[in-house]
């Protein structure tokens, strides 16, 4: 059974002001997912599955199932507020969704093989998807999952800071720990560091980070379901709490449940974190274009 490529494609976009999901970035005006799929079907994967929010299904539709259909299998999910949440009162001022894991779980039912996750506004790199196909066909199983793991300093932005799972490995390249770190940035001094409560602290250049592209057998979608119980009866009243993908995962290597391999990949990220990041990613494209990476119109 070939693998499903899940992409995360239902967020608010709050900090870029715009579906930037569906911004044209290539030179037949390729979204940033194009070229996602495009890596997707070279890898080997047989479908993949769009978490969209219900309202943009129309709009999406109409801009991918033309170029795809014949080329990869396609199906929606859609993520909504009240799903999986057992009936409990959803607080009035909670407007956004409930973070990347909660997506995840919105796809049980629909992705019965093992499948890999990634975010519908980050461009990955070919080498990723090779990555991971390899893995969900010789290596997934219910005890063994995946993270990419990127260089940090492939993977930061010149227009402000961004968040990072930072993971942690032991010797055999397994995970250890993965932690969220918001606000990282490379300071005046030409070191990365993140930023919490507790001040500031320093970050090294190589440190592998998840950029949300993971690798799991289905019963991921099972163990996020469990969770998310757990996690709505804390923090239900929270308006911006999320349950993200880093926590369930933490959770599945920590409780013992099976170990999280962490493959590294030399890849550069680019995504539009800020409206400012756009050129550059646009840049970056016509580059590898340009290279001969990718055909100048990825559907011609």
């Known amino acids: 059974m070939k693998p499903t490529l899940v992409i995360l494609a239902a967020g608010m976009a709050s900090r ?7 911004q044209s970035f290539g030179p037949a005006g390729e979204t940033i997912m194009d070229y996602s799929i495009f890596d997707a079907i070279r890898a080997g994967f047989g479908k993949v599955v769009f978490i969209i929010r219900e309202e943009f299904a129309e709009q999406f539709q109409a801009i991918f199932e033309p ?10 999910v859609y993520q909504r ?9 959803i607080p009035a001022e909670r407007t956004k969704p409930w973070g990347t894991a909660h997506a995840v779980l919105c796809c049980k039912g629909k992705v019965n093989e093992p ?23 010789t290596a997934c199983n219910e005890q063994t999952y995946c993270i990419v793991g990127y260089e940090l300093e492939n993977t930061l932005s010149e227009n402000g800071s961004v968040s990072r799972g930072v993971c942690n490995v032991d010797a055999a390249g397994n995970l250890t720990d993965i932690n969220e770190r918001t606000n990282i940035y490379r300071d005046t001094t030409g070191g990365i560091i993140y930023e919490d409560e507790k001040g500031r602290h320093p970050l090294p250049d190589n440190s592998l980070v998840s950029m949300n592209y993971l690798c799991f057998a289905p019963g991921f979608i099972d163990l996020c379901e469990q969770q998310f119980g757990e996690f709505l ?4 009243q929270e308006p911006k709490s999320e349950f993200y993908i880093p926590t369930a995962t ?17 890849a550069r990220w680019f995504g539009v974190t800020y409206k400012e990041d756009a050129p550059g990613v646009q840049a970056s ?4 274009v340009a290279s ?9």
């Open 285 to 288: 494209i016509e580059a590898l």
């Open 292 to 300: 001969g990476a990718y055909p100048a119109a990825l559907w011609a």
């Open 115 to 137: 499948f890999a996750v990634i975010n519908a506004d980050d461009f990955y790199g070919a080498d990723a998807f090779a990555k991971a196909y390899t893995f969900l066909t």
């Open 250 to 266: 933490k959770h599945f290597v920590q409780s013992g449940a099976g170990v999280v391999k962490v493959i590294p990949t030399a």
């Open 81 to 89: 507020l009240e799903s999986f949440t057992g009936g409990r009162t």
């Open 16 to 22: 870029y002001g715009s579906m930037k999901q569906i």
């Open 233 to 236: 009866d804390k923090h239900i």
């Open 67 to 76: 170029k795809l259909k014949g080329r990869i299998a396609t199906d929606y």
